[in-house]
């Protein structure tokens, strides 16, 4: 690994004026150090932030919402048994993500600032437009398996690997920041981007830019007793997703008054489509509609490279977890969380 | 269990005891020092650059930035490399591939030696090879099992399977009522021990020690002498902890040689250690196999003709073809029998051997065969395989040392609740809807024996020592071997002190092939027994010891003493023996190995079967192994919870054979993509549920003197095609590849 300098500044502030380009913050550091060994990142700066004060706080806000300050981890969030019953889905998002060596050292901020895991991006000696834009795509032609099926184009068919992000996109968490021109919120459906014309452009955070905490409204917790997150992987633990699903309802005399959904591993980012969760309005919940609305959802899916089996999965997971969801949150996070083996996982 | 209590004294009370790993706690508690935890004064450290292209020229290295480089020592490219003895694209011996050490600057497979960067500090040569930068003149690279045209490779040797035939093929298909005639593919799989390759080498003089993790101590002595133009006896090996090897610490990689020529060239000592995605490379794999199987049955079900062929992926450079059609042979009980090999050569490393070496893949394609073939025909599976029970070997017609197979499979399927399971899949479902399945497979694995020697020392304190050059991978030989011993010499476990790990020791043969505890255990019997003997004519020829004239078989060593054998009162210590002849200690010799005449008397194996339970989501297709129970017959077991973990893990392996490991290739550019543990899926504790081992009672009285037969490979045996077939039982969907996947069952519904 390349020789870099290792900063740990002592206050917000110091750390946003300590960036330069080329700097990167570091979280817990489970993947930007991974990435720095592979050599596909090397910074020449290294701004630690984990101990930064004031960002490790879970908040009840005025007006009912909840903060998620940035260095909070993953596994202090899944295992807060207010923010758990409140935001089911998220815990148990988290829950099945990674280890659990891996959930205690990962931040908030890191996870949803981690990289995609396209094994091209990750290798220094192929080709990656993520990395340098203009370099060109070495996923595309290559092993594709595990790369989008919506929102691509020939510059970057990357996925976004965060189970997280799927239900914080689902229930319209903000994220806030903090960078060289001042604090500001950004929606989530804003937050992470398409590849478009800019590939290397992962993220809305401008340079230097620093996440400070995540927002959930009061309205996003409306939705606890019907809400549900699923996750399909080749091994029991311990995978990414090869497609999720995050699904939230509202139901009121039999009908649903609210739905969201949002489906991981498809895309550069959780992929939402208001008009499957629209159709779903005023419906009473049957598995006919999910399936329906699971396909609406997927309609502009078209395969990246190998990974066609993906629309059709990810059509499934869909369906199921809005069918999971109307049947009832578990009362208690599974042993297999957001598992199809776990407790409660059929309908 | 209780069968095995009840033969123990025959040889003692150590052996036939569950002891505990006697190298557990120093491995849990981080004291075990394995090969890279030795830093001695003065280390040099050496991180090799790999290819980043399998085929074709390196054409340019920048060897000034990467000196530049603050703490970079040195940098060794084919340009400045010293020259080695041995050619390393010699084959000068058994178990010699060839490998890369700068002999030029040809590219022969993505992650192969290119350079070599020394620095005083890990990150500064690891930032060093970064540097170098390499230009490369890249050719298209020949990847897969049709990445070229077949050939039939010489038989004879490790790697070089032929073809043998007994009975006739064609009669056989000819008098079949049914058959079938299926093909499967296995893909490349990396050995990835915990431990990944490390060498420590410190010269003195033109004498080299080296702390390293060998699966053969003594024999490795002479292969790295013979590249270094140095005798034997002028190398040591250190290897008192192996962080697993599979097969891949005892073969000579190109690196290691490296590395030790780098300690020679600077004059100090170096040290390298492979990263993970360098295990993905020069340190052999197993290839990939496409096989062919062609059974015939008769109208009483039983087998006219077994019929297997395997393609399988070498290297350009050098063969070693996966013996996967060698799996058919000694098994069912066919009228006629083929099984045939052919070789590809692609711009990969050399394959060797990993953890059963042909039995894995082989044993995989031909149980599913089994199951296609027994649901063609209408029967149960393990009816089937009972019809076709040999009672002899198949072929040779030689008599089964021992095999209590019939018991393995009757104990294992009461065990699991097989009877009364359904022909047709798809027919049973749980409580949540889940599709179920029930699979079985039959577990073979051949019981060879090397050779191997040790020596028995009994001291005046009427202690013990024993000595032998045995490897420990974590399989538990320290703890096996020391029993053994201690029973040789009727000593408890505590009164001896057993030496292991370093080549100054007696040779203990290659801890391979299942047989080091037959072959080492055997020598270290022999040893002790020989010890007793010197020791009883001491005794038995001394007017002043209460043994007099009792002679030298009319003696018997137990717990330190020597009892007349028809009078028990009539004894003396070990220690009183020795002090009164002068106070010298006794030592005993003794070697193991198996005569042509004993291989030639009887076919030798472990039996085994494995019966398995998978849960598949019928709309999502994860699946889930639920339940997995084995029962094996391997001959005398000497420590039953050491022989419960073996073949726990190798049913383990059996579960990732099935479902999980893979090295996916990039066809375009030759690299492996998923060269680390993140991407190169093995199970996850949630991924084994209900795993029970059987170990059924089996007298084995031709294997050895001791019995033993080899419990470290047959565990995946049986387990992956098990797994398989309770996957089509539980889905209706025949995947004839591994592993088989969530999109493999999509596209089946
Ligand atoms: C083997 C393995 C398996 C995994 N499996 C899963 C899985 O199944 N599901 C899943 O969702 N994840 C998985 N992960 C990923 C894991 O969730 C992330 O690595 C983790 O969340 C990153 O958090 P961190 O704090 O360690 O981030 P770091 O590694 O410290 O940082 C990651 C990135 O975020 C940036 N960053 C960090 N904090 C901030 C901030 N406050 N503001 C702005 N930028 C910031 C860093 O500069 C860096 O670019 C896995 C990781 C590994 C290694
Ligand atoms: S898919 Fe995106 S991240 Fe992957 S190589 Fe192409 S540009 Fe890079």
Redesign the pocket.
Known sequence: MNLFDYLRPASVSDAIAAWQPGA???????????LMKTGALQPGKVID?ARLPGLDRIESLPDGGTRIG?LVK?SVLAGDPDFAAAFPMIAEALA????GQ?RN???L???L???TRCVYFQDPHSACNRRESGNGCGALGGDTQNHAVLGWNDACIATN????CVPLAALDAVVETQGPNGRRDIAFADFHRLPGDTPERETA?EPGE??LAVRLSSNAAASYQNSRYLKLRERTS????LVSAAAALQLKDGRITEARLAIGGVAAKPWRVPAAEALMLGQPPDTDLFRRAAAVALEDATPSGNNGYKIDLARRIAARSLALAAAGTPTRMPALPASVFGESAHV | MSDILALAPRFGSNSGQSLTRRDGVAKVTGTATFAADNHPDGLLYAVYVPATIARGTVTHLDVAAAKAHPGVVEVITPENRPPLAGDPDSKPFMFAFRFEALQNNTVRYANQPIALVLAETFEAATEGARLLNPLYDAQQPRMGLDGDAPFTPESGGLGLPGTTVHGDIDAGHAASAQDIDVTYETPEQYHNAMETHAVVAQWNGDHVTLDIPSQAIVMQRGAFGYYFGIPPENVTIRSPYLGGGFGSKAIINGPQILAILAARMTGRPVKLMLSRDQMFGPSGHRGATRQRLRIGIDTDHRMTVLDHNSLATTSTFDTFVESAANASQGLYAAGALRSAHQGVRIDAGTPGPVRAPGEAPGSAALECAMDEMAYKAGIDPLEFRLKNYAETEPGTGKPYSSKALRDCYAQGAARFGWAGRPLAPRQMTDENGMLVGWGMGTALFAAPMFAAQARAVLRPDGTGLVETAASDMGQGAWTALAQIAADSLGLPMDRIEFRSGTSDLPDAGIAGGSAHTATAGGALHAAGTDAIRRLAELATGDPDSPLYGAGNAGVIARDGRLHARDDDTRSESFADIITRAGGAEVEGKGSASRTAEASAAHAMYSHGAVFAEVKVDPDLFQIRVTRLVGAFAAGRIINPKLTESQLMGGMIWGISFALHEEARFDQRTGRIMNADL?GYHIPVNADVSGLEVITVHEDDPHVNPLGIKGVGEIGITGTVGAIGNAIWHATGTRVRHFPIRIPDLLTGA
Request: charged share 10%.
């Open positions: 990167a913050y570091l979280g817990g550091g489970t993947n930007l150090v991974d932030i940035a993953n099945s993500g990674a280890s891996l050292a990962a931040t901020g890191g996870n600032m981690q990289r690997p965060s189970d997280l955070l620093l996440i311990f995978a990414f997703a | 993140a």
